[in-house]
């Protein structure tokens, strides 16, 4: 069984930043295409970033481009997400994820097949 443990999240005002890390159990890490995700109190789940498997490519949701940064650690098994520039819209609990279908689109929640238990980030104004 694949866990994934997040860490990072905290309380921090506007315009400041945090790094959320998410370490993987087992040895297939580096097979998996790795996202995030987050849900604001009242909404959906929605969709943040992902990287490929060898960190080549990456993805962004729109609200995100230029603040976030995702990036992976093949041999410590860990996918991190900088955020800088945060705002009060980004307040929401950060979820990481694995897809081990390299092929499927890495924006789509039902893809993903192993995640964690989420972070709070809470970003005041």
């Known amino acids: 069984q694949v866990q ?4 990072g999240g905290g309380l921090v005002q506007a315009g400041g930043s945090l790094r959320l890390s998410c370490v993987t159990s087992g040895r297939a890490f580096s097979k998996y295409v790795m996202g995030w995700f987050r849900q604001a109190p009242g909404k959906e789940r929605e969709f943040v970033a992902a990287i490929s498997w060898s960190g080549g490519s990456t993805y962004y949701t729109d609200s995100v481009k230029g603040r976030f940064t995702i990036s992976r650690d093949n041999a410590k098994n860990t996918v991190y997400l ?8 980004d307040t929401a ?3 990481c994820a694995a897809d081990n279908n390299r092929a ?3 924006d789509v929640e039902y893809e ?3 995640w964690g238990q ?3 980030v809470t970003v005041s104004s």
């Open 4 to 7: 994934l443990v997040e860490s």
């Open 82 to 89: 900088q955020m800088n520039s945060l705002k009060p819209d």
């Open 93 to 95: 609990v950060y979820y």
């Open 104 to 106: 499927a689109p890495p």
């Open 112 to 114: 993903y097949d192993y």
């Open 118 to 120: 989420g972070t709070q």
